[in-house]
């Protein structure tokens, strides 16, 4: 926003510096009354009980106002059951009723407060003259509170509410800026009566604002953060009060007489106004006065006088509390006529006008602090206490205070709705929502994941540093399993989805059924807060749950956007029904049946989700896709394994998920990536197709296979226009080198220099504090897929897409490797990469030391490829050992074999020898292939101290099956236990 005010004044106030924290309500109201003791006969219980009970009347008012923990009452009848019951029991709260012809209850209550100083006591009251002139005779040091008892339940709950604001308003004002009404009134009478008034009105006012709230839960913590209510009985206790606070304070309800210093004023409610107008001239107080003439003290614009005699008087303080201490709608007047320009009600509707807002309205009610008065009655206070900061005289123009309190709300709702599972509103959902769900079960595991995801992003403020690299959630939607149980059983599909019918034919009668009508109407919500494709996933209970890897088992399709809106809704609900016919597919009962779970058992949610990206001519894609592990079981160079490891690609994920060759990086070692560390290995070990949703493709039928609408294409369709410039490298095949940067002409290598190398944006920086986070959170290694969009050299943005925990296809080891008795093993090694366990190989493969010549590394190249070529035939795995690197293109350093040769190889070993001392290798000429087929890869130097182990001597002594010069192959009729522990980086292939 272009701005003319002075650079202090908007440094103040700049909203993309203000990070909004979220309100903790759950930490206010910490201190509640669950105990009332009740000191009455049993004849002033019954009159209190008005033919019911107490309880069953204080619990239906509570309920009825939203109110949790309605406390429970004992009643007894004596000083001596009291005490007895005190000494037993536990209570927050004690109500004496007393019998007004013996002073018991008042020796009783000074008791109380010699033995249990912390609980208060109040002393209930029938009203009447004699009763008010024998109170003044007796010693009340031990009463906190004197009331009136009229004949109103709604009072016990007054009582009960005004010990609570007493007990918690310090605290909750100093955690949070919970806002204060003070009431300034010593008629017992009188507050006996406003008390309950007030509270009942603030209540249910509360009640109403909470229904902001995203859900059911967040409603009921909204209440607590509703207005404390003070009651001060004399001219000390309101200036007590005001002085501690004043500056959380919507407004003052004063009477006009009352005590100071002991001595009976009857203009003290004057002079207390006076004093606070002196410390704030804008805040709102009410007077109230049995004497109608002292309406003429009252003058100001922030004043109102009630007649405590007039008829209406409950109806005139509703109204004056109402108009005047920011409860209600919120009533734009012109400062001129004092006419009603237009009312707001909540804060979409002032998001939407505020820029409706005439300059001079804007600047009376700016001045009068209203905008915050509004936000604070309801309970919104980081937005209240910035609006309450800006001194709207500093401002050059109305033009700033209106684009400052937009970006205020924007930024407060999209904090609001980050990291909560709102419940789907069709009036609330709008481009500033972030997840909804529709219906009541289960959100299944991705749906979970995702929610988790921002709890995290919202929690972990670390994450968004740079203003130019925000990181987040695509906009989401759920729809939760109920609505899967409900469309599988009014269409009658579980005949046909649990029968041995072909895919095809599951997936014809899916898509003939129909979803529920009511969906229709908030699918077109959806798409009027979404400006791109829309992404179907399956979000199944069993998929990402923590240990089973269900992931990518079912069906993920993509719609692209048109603006027939009815088409959309056909797209969309044909997604949604091959989703659900997914879970039923032949690959999917399968896997079922080989995880142990049952079919029945499985109920799916579908996650809809924004597509990441961009629009470039008919396709849509992301700059960058990924996936990142906290834990890397491959670490070569200087990495560690608790560095995590990342995969990226350019496009769509679904080249990654699909097992091609991304680029394989640790955030902590961006600088140094193996497949860009030789012109050889970047020309042959980088990307060179990627994926796009074809935009194109609304006219195609939907398919079992859910990719029929993405392009696989290559590199050069990307050249014309999109982020390919961002991310490529140009080869220059004149001077044989990569040039780093996007350059015409020369093959374009996918090297993400401009991002990993040279910070066009911190990628690496966030995916470790991502990775960091998660697996703190999750309490073990996670897996988290991710996209970027990038609209600019200057900025992008990183979208969270999923988080599961790391579940691994094999066995994990978790035993200490080190302490297995070396004799006990072929190979022991304390370099290991890889990880789990497997047990179903026979066979041990190795070159044979003594025989070995560096000349000869060619031969036993081809006869390794042949005996592989048997393996594969058969099925089954082996052991490699061999000296030097393997695959070197160097026959001297190595035996230089290709990845087909040897791809049967379960373990493959480097194993040094005294004469042939080779740097190891550590995999890295098969890298891809060691990391996409689970391979480990063990180093072991035998002749050197602690270094390793290699027992040829024993596999010399076992029958071989096959043997030349060079190599020898043995075969155990037992199989060979592969234990690998990939976070110490130990293996061990023990002996059959």
Not at 107 to 122: C, E, F, N, T, W
Not at 384 to 390: D, G, P
């Amino acid at each position: 926003m272009k701005l003319k005010t002075p650079r202090s004044v908007i440094k103040a106030h700049d909203i993309s510096q203000l990070r909004f924290r979220d309100t903790p309500f759950v930490k206010l109201m910490n201190k509640r009354i669950y105990n009332i003791l009740m000191v009455a006969s049993r004849y002033d219980m019954f009159i209190l009980e008005d033919d019911g009970r107490v309880d069953e009347q204080i619990f239906n008012e509570y309920t009825s106002l939203n109110l949790r923990y309605p406390p429970r009452f004992t009643q007894v009848g004596s000083n001596k059951e009291a005490l007895a019951e005190l000494k037993q029991n536990h209570y927050e709260l004690i109500i004496c009723m007393p019998n007004m012809d013996s002073s018991d209850t008042f020796d009783l209550a000074k008791q109380i407060k010699a033995r249990y100083s912390g609980i208060p006591v109040v002393l209930l009251t029938p009203f009447s003259k004699a009763v008010t002139q024998s109170l003044s005779r007796e010693d009340l040091s031990g009463i906190d509170y004197v009331f009136s008892w009229l004949g109103d339940t709604d009072l016990l709950l007054a009582i009960i509410k005004v010990v609570e604001d007493r007990m918690n308003v310090e605290h909750d004002v100093k955690t949070v800026g919970v806002q204060t009404i003070m009431l300034v009134e010593d008629s017992v009478r009188f507050y006996s009566s406003a008390l309950p008034l007030l509270y009942k009105f603030v209540l249910s006012e509360s009640k109403e604002f909470s229904k902001e709230a995203l859900n059911d839960h967040l409603r009921m913590l909204r209440m607590r953060g509703r207005p404390k209510i003070l009651l001060a009985r004399n001219y000390e206790e309101a200036v007590a009060y005001y002085s501690k606070y004043g500056d959380n304070m919507l407004g003052v309800i004063s009477d006009m007489s009352f005590n100071v210093n002991g001595e009976k004023d009857r203009l003290a409610g004057k002079r207390l106004g006076e004093w606070i107008r002196e410390k704030d001239i804008y805040i709102p107080i009410i007077y109230t006065s049995s004497e109608s003439e002292n309406s003429k003290y009252i003058n100001g614009d922030n004043a109102v006088f009630i007649d405590k005699n007039s008829k209406t008087f409950p109806q005139d303080l509703r109204r004056a509390i109402k108009d005047n201490l920011g409860f209600g709608d919120f009533i734009i007047t012109d400062p001129k006529t004092k006419e009603e320009i237009f009312r707001i009600k909540n804060l979409k509707e002032l998001q939407m006008n505020i820029r409706n807002i005439p300059d001079d309205a804007l600047y009376e009610h700016l001045s009068r602090n209203h905008f915050s008065r509004f936000f604070y009655s309801r309970a919104m206070f980081p937005v209240a206490e910035m609006l309450k900061k800006i001194d709207v005289s500093e401002y050059a123009s109305m033009n700033d205070a209106r684009e400052l309190i937009y970006a205020t709300i924007v930024q407060y709702r999209k904090m609001k709705n980050t990291g909560v599972v709102a419940v789907f509103e069709k009036d609330r959902f709008d481009q500033y929502s972030n997840f909804a769900r529709i219906g009541e079960g289960s959100l299944g595991g991705k749906g979970r994941g995702l929610a988790f995801i921002g709890y995290m992003v919202k929690t972990h403020l670390e994450l968004n540093n740079n203003q130019n690299f925000p990181v987040t959630t695509p906009k989401t939607v759920v729809l939760c399993t109920d609505i899967f149980d409900e469309f599988m059983e009014a269409n009658d599909l579980y005949p046909v989805a649990l029968s041995e019918r072909c895919d095809e034919d599951i997936l014809k009668h899916f898509l003939a059924a129909k979803l529920p009508k009511r969906l229709v109407s908030d699918f077109l919500v959806f798409f009027e807060a979404i400006e791109g494709p829309i992404a179907i996933r399956s979000s199944s209970l069993l998929e990402d749950s923590q240990y089973q890897p269900f992931a990518g088992i079912y069906s993920t399709y993509m719609i692209p956007y048109v603006n027939d809106k009815y088409e959309m809704v056909r797209l969309l609900s044909n997604a949604i029904k091959a989703v659900y016919a997914s879970v039923f597919y032949k690959d999917s009962k399968a896997y079922m049946v080989a995880t142990q779970n049952l079919i029945d058992q499985e109920k799916m949610a579908i996650v809809l989700q924004e597509v990441v990206g961009s629009q470039y001519g008919k396709l849509y894609y992301p700059a960058i896709s990924g996936v990142a592990r906290s834990i890397n079981y491959y670490p070569i160079g200087d990495e560690k394994t608790e560095d995590g490891i990342v995969d990226l690609a350019f496009g769509l994920g679904k080249y990654i998920v699909d097992g091609n060759m991304g680029l394989r990086f640790s955030p902590l070692h961006a600088s140094r990536i193996l497949q860009l560390s030789s012109l050889d290995l970047a020309l042959r070990d980088t990307q060179t197709q990627f994926y796009a949703l074809d935009l194109d493709s609304v006219s195609k039928d939907f398919t079992i296979d859910d990719g029929f609408n993405l392009l696989k294409l290559r590199l050069r369709e990307a050249e014309k226009e999109g982020p390919l410039r961002y991310v490529a490298s140009t080869y220059d095949p004149q001077d044989q080198i990569v040039r780093e940067g996007f350059y015409e002409g020369g093959r374009k290598i996918v090297s993400f220099a401009n991002i990993l190398q040279h910070d066009m944006f911190p990628l690496s920086d966030v995916l470790d504090k991502l990775l960091k986070a998660g697996q703190k959170e999750m309490g073990r290694p996670v897996e988290i897929e991710f996209a970027v969009d990038i609209s600019s050299p200057q900025f992008a943005s990183f979208y969270v897409l999923q988080i599961r925990p790391v579940v691994d296809s094999k066995e994990v080891v978790h035993e200490s490797l080190e302490e297995t008795p070396v004799n006990e093993t072929v190979l022991f090694s304390r370099n290991a990469l890889g990880n789990g366990m497997s047990s179903d190989v026979y066979d041990v493969v190795y070159v044979k030391s003594d025989a070995f010549n560096a000349a000869k590394n060619q031969l036993i190249a081809r006869e390794i490829e042949k005996m592989n070529s048997e393996f594969v035939a058969a099925g089954t795995n082996y052991v490699l050992v061999g000296p030097g690197r393997w695959g070197s293109s160097d026959p001297w350093l190595g035996i230089p074999v290709k990845w087909p040769h040897i791809s049967q190889a379960r373990v493959i070993v480097e194993s040094g020898m005294e004469n042939y001392r080779i740097e190891p290798s550590q995999g890295t000429h098969f890298f891809q292939n060691l990391t996409s087929f689970g391979v480990g890869y063990f180093t072991v130097n035998p002749f050197l101290e602690n270094d390793g182990f290699f027992d040829e001597p024993f596999l010399n002594e076992q029958p071989a099956v096959f043997e030349t010069d060079y190599i020898r192959r043995v075969h155990f009729d037992k199989p060979l236990c592969i234990k690998i522990n990939g976070k110490k980086r130990v293996g061990v292939v023990l002996k059959p």
